[in-house]
């Protein structure tokens, strides 16, 4: 087990890290393709962030 669990953290962190950059890739990027208005952006941003969450 000792020499399991290194591995299995650097996995996890990896995965986590590579999600985290997916999503602030949408978050970018789909408000740019949508050209909508700054109010529109934000709200479309918190219930993004509703939905992950």
């Given amino acids: 087990m000792p020499q399991m669990s290194p ?3 650097s996995t996890l962190m990896i ?3 590579s ?3 997916l999503m ?3 978050v970018y990027f789909l ?3 949508e ?3 700054m109010v529109e ?3 479309y941003k918190t219930n993004y962030h ?3 969450w």
Avoid: H, N, R, V
Wanted: proline residues 4%.
């Fill in 7 to 9: 591995l299995w953290w």
């Fill in 41 to 43: 952006k934000s709200e």
């Fill in 31 to 33: 408000p740019l393709k």
């Fill in 15 to 17: 995965m986590f890290i």
């Fill in 50 to 52: 509703k939905f992950m």
């Fill in 24 to 26: 602030m890739l949408t």
């Fill in 19 to 21: 999600a985290l950059m």
């Fill in 35 to 37: 050209k909508g208005s």
